[in-house]
């Protein structure tokens, strides 16, 4: 997949940092604040894109992923805070309590072009499914309307083909031709536990047409 990004180098000190978002918003893709359970919810664009970013991503160790979902057509299902969504990897020396900073330093960015590679991902992915012991894991939190994954390229890559599964059959379900969301994945076993117990967090992986519903056809159709 092709991805169209916008790149910056901040600063913060004496350390400069790399940070990508995608260079068009994803309009009509939002994540409700998983406390402890989230719903991410998009339209095939939306998925489609969130694959190749997790993808991306995974490949990417001293990159900080930035999505702005917080900003987008507000779904009419759903409910819980708006939140944005980064992604990145322990070497890339993110802490969320500095990100508002690093944020406010973005500026206008460059234009960047990327290609991901599929058959790697899903390599990756793979390695990941079928090691039940000792898998990478997702460090995960919310902080300034925005929730972290911090984590390794095995982890993502197998969120990665989470978001593909989503975009590609969600299109497919029944329930989406009258406008309402289809449940097709989630990230769960990817994320850390919650210390102290409770509720396994989990992020609900949603497909929904963007309205007006009346020009979504199902595929085939």
Known sequence: MELRLRQFRPRTGPHEHRVVQPGQPLRHTSLREPAPIGMLMGDHDGLSRLAGLF?????????????PLRDCVPPDEGCGELVDLVLA???AGLRPSKWPELRRRLGRGTPLTVRTDEARTERHARAWLERPYDRGLLRHTTHARTYF???????????????AYAAGWGPRHER???????????????????RGGGHPPEVLICFKPYPPYAHFKRPGR
């Open 55 to 67: 993808s991306f991503a995974a490949c990417s160790r001293h990159t900080v992923v930035h999505v």
């Open 89 to 91: 990897h322990p070497e």
């Open 149 to 163: 994954l911090i984590g390794g390229r095995e982890a993502f890559s197998y969120a990665a083909t989470a978001f």
């Open 176 to 194: 989406v031709v009258k406008g309402q969301s289809a449940f097709m994945a989630g990230l769960q076993y990817e994320l850390e536990p919650t």
